[in-house]
């Protein structure tokens, strides 16, 4: 990635410098840990059912990202907008 990927990228959805920093850093320490156990449990039981499970899991949790559970009206999260 460029810098001016992420800096089109960062303005397009109001991140600061500090929260483009810490998302890619989630990921990018989250994408280490998590790639030896998922390896460990393709080769345990199989890449054509752990494919499949992966895909279910990810599917199942990316619309508990979307909402703020905070929040009391179950509105799509904006707490991560810059306010600048």
Avoid: H
Wanted: proline share 6%.
């Amino acid at each position: 990635m460029t810098n001016r990927y992420l800096s089109e990228t960062r303005l397009r959805i109001l991140f600061t410098k500090e929260q483009s920093g810490w998302l890619m850093s989630a990921f990018f320490f989250s994408y280490a840990i998590f790639s030896i156990p998922a390896a460990q449990f393709g080769q345990r039981i199989g890449s054509r059912r752990a494919l499949p499970f992966f895909a279910i899991v990810w599917s199942a949790a990316m619309p508990v990202n979307v909402y703020d559970v905070t929040a009391p009206t179950g509105t799509p999260s904006t707490s991560t907008l810059a306010t600048e």
